[in-house]
């Protein structure tokens, strides 16, 4: 199986999930009363995996999206829906999530122009960057709504932002990965996260490195970095890959 289509099937997973996402967002937010705005934000991440299914169903008709889905949920639970956010505070807690969408926008980008002979799939990956960079922004919003009221934390916003990028343990996009790609012998995390990630930022470009990296640093007020970090980044990225 080619790259392309492992990333899809492992998207298709994880974005079918999304009700999962909104009912822990609107639980640790609860006092804020953007349940409807989180409410809103699931409805079009789960059509991102109904628009994935279909696009498997026509062109990867062999992929079991049920019974892998089934399995996904059974044995890779989500943060649990008790008002606690995972990352310790509301404001830690958009920063993850816009790096998330971030990072989700730049993953379609970076797909769809490596699908190549597929422009089916390179139109659907172009929608799907779209709504996670507006996805982004809208939980950037959110996030300075908080800050004007409680400051901003840079410093955390910064921890977060290296945590995400350079944390061992996603294991919901990790597990996915192993899944789609025939769960062959006993999960092993690290080894797993390590093929995933190099074959993912395989992928990527200079211009897809600073289209990422320009949206980060304005969640963590960094200025827009300049063009000379293009190629630094992108070797930065394969690094991390590599050692993870």
Do not use: K, N
Not at 38 to 54: C, D, I, K, P, S
Not at 194 to 216: C, D, H, I, K, N
Request: glycine share 8%; hydrophobic share 45%; proline share 4%.
């Amino acid at each position: 199986m080619d790259s392309v289509l492992h990333l899809v099937r492992t998207a298709c997973l994880v974005e079918s999930r999304a009700p999962q996402y909104a009912g822990y967002l609107a639980s640790v937010f609860r006092q804020r009363g953007w349940a409807h705005t989180f409410q809103r934000w699931g409805e079009e991440e789960g059509t991102h995996g109904v628009a994935l299914r279909g696009w498997l169903a026509r062109h990867d008709p062999g992929f079991d999206f049920e019974a892998a889905f089934t399995r996904y949920l059974a044995e890779v639970p989500y943060h649990r829906e008790d008002a606690g956010s995972f990352y310790g505070s509301e404001q830690r807690e958009l920063v993850a999530r816009c790096f998330v969408e971030a990072m989700a926008a730049t993953y379609y980008q970076a797909v769809g122009a490596a699908a190549v002979g597929r422009p089916e799939l390179q139109a659907l990956c172009h929608r799907l960057s779209a709504d996670e960079a507006r996805h982004y922004a809208m939980f950037r919003r959110l996030l300075e709504q908080l800050r004007e009221a409680q400051g901003t934390q840079r410093l955390e916003a910064m921890q977060v932002v290296w945590e995400r990028l350079t944390a061992l343990q996603d294991e919901q996009l990790v597990y996915a990965s192993w899944l789609v790609g025939g769960a062959h012998g006993t999960f092993d995390l690290a080894a797993e996260g390590r093929r995933y990630r190099a074959m993912m930022v395989s992928l990527y470009r200079p211009a897809q490195v600073r289209f990422v990296g320009t949206l980060v640093a304005q969640v963590v007020g960094a200025p827009r970095p300049p063009r000379w970090v293009d190629p630094l980044s992108a070797v930065a990225l394969r690094l991390i890959s590599a050692a993870s």
